[in-house]
């Protein structure tokens, strides 16, 4: 048995319902733990995410230096413009979304609270033909 098993990625934040809420949408998820100050949520994929509220808690400002980014998530999806249109619904906001050439096409977001995400398209893998 490992003696380190995989943990959770854990966001702080002043209002841990909210955020949950976000990413419980936008992953297609379920809570699983709550308490007062923590709630962890499952995507649909098995994603796992907590966040744990931080009266403080102040968002990076990336791309800007002065506070710049200290970690980001990178979410993959099939269709950039889909995921696009939900995240804004949700209450998120795009960063960077130039789209950039190439299979590894991504935008850059952030969520109600600030943190920064990105989408990565993920290439098509249709048969070869011929």
Same mark, same amino acid.
Do not use: G, M, R
């Given at each position: 048995m490992a003696l380190v098993m995989a943990g959770v990625v854990v966001l702080d934040c002043a209002e841990p319902e909210k955020l949950a809420a976000f990413y419980r949408e936008l992953l297609d998820g379920e809570e699983t733990d709550t308490s007062a100050n923590r709630i962890d949520i499952r995507g649909a994929d098995g994603t796992r995410m907590g966040f744990r509220r931080d009266l403080t808690a102040t968002p990076p400002?990336? %791309?800007r230096p002065e506070n710049s980014l200290?970690?980001?998530l990178d979410f993959q999806v099939?269709?950039?413009d889909e995921a696009e249109r939900r995240i804004i619904g949700l209450g998120g906001r795009p960063i960077e979304t130039k789209d950039a050439a190439g %299979?590894?096409?991504?935008r850059g977001?952030?969520?109600p609270a600030g943190h920064s995400f990105t989408l990565c398209r993920t290439p098509t893998m249709a048969p070869k033909l011929g």
């Open positions: 400002s990336w %791309p200290q970690a980001h099939t269709d950039l %299979p590894f096409e991504e977001y952030a969520d």
